[in-house]
């Protein structure tokens, strides 16, 4: 299948790489369906692409690598809507906001893209807590060797 994308124009997918938002993202509720695309020479940041609208697409990563210490809960809510059974079938990632000067850029801890790797089902979950913001510096130094996501 071929779809038209925001930064790499017309690319193939396996359709089985997609993956559902039944709630689509805030803002974007009609967006039910989104695939991951590597960006060509970058081992840090991936690309959210809905696979039906070519201006819609997210550079994200995994915000772990950036914030080591970066922690919270799923609630049992969020646990049955992504169908998760076990923590390896978990993958976050945050939404970044890419500036110039890159040093300036943001990333959103406070609404991670939570994703059941398993059965490609995904959801914004929006954190009730005032630790993370949703503006955080993409230049922090705190890395990190494994999630925490419990």
Same mark, same amino acid.
């Given at each position: 299948? #071929?779809? *038209?994308?925001?930064?790499?124009?017309?690319? @193939?997918? $396996?359709?089985?790489?997609?993956?559902?938002?039944?709630?689509?993202?805030?803002?974007?509720?009609?967006?039910? @369906? =989104?695939? !991951?695309?590597? !960006?060509? $020479?970058?081992?840090?940041?991936? +690309?959210?692409?809905?696979? %039906?609208?070519?201006?819609?697409? =997210?550079?994200?990563?995994?915000?772990?690598? +950036?914030?080591?210490?970066?922690? #919270? @809960?799923?609630?049992?809510?969020?646990?049955?809507?992504? *169908?998760? /059974?076990?923590?390896?079938?978990?993958?976050? =990632?945050?939404?970044?906001?890419? /500036?110039?000067? #890159?040093? %300036?850029? %943001?990333? $959103? !801890?406070?609404?991670?893209?939570?994703? $059941?790797?398993?059965?490609?089902?995904? /959801?914004?979950?929006?954190?009730? %807590?005032?630790?993370?913001?949703? /503006?955080?510096?993409?230049?922090?130094?705190?890395?990190?060797? @494994?999630?925490?996501?419990?």
């Amino acid at each position: 299948m #071929f779809i *038209q994308t925001k930064y790499l124009g017309e690319v @193939e997918i $396996n359709r089985e790489k997609i993956i559902q938002f039944p709630s689509g993202l805030p803002g974007f509720g009609d967006e039910l @369906e =989104f695939v !991951l695309l590597h !960006l060509p $020479n970058n081992q840090v940041f991936q +690309i959210l692409q809905s696979t %039906t609208t070519a201006n819609v697409a =997210f550079i994200v990563t995994n915000p772990y690598l +950036i914030y080591g210490t970066y922690e #919270f @809960e799923l609630d049992d809510n969020m646990l049955e809507t992504l *169908q998760i /059974k076990d923590e390896k079938d978990v993958t976050v =990632f945050s939404i970044v906001t890419l /500036k110039d000067p #890159f040093a %300036t850029s %943001t990333l $959103n !801890l406070k609404a991670p893209i939570i994703i $059941n790797t398993t059965n490609k089902l995904g /959801k914004q979950y929006i954190l009730n %807590t005032d630790i993370y913001q949703s /503006k955080a510096s993409i230049t922090n130094n705190d890395a990190a060797d @494994e999630s925490r996501v419990r």
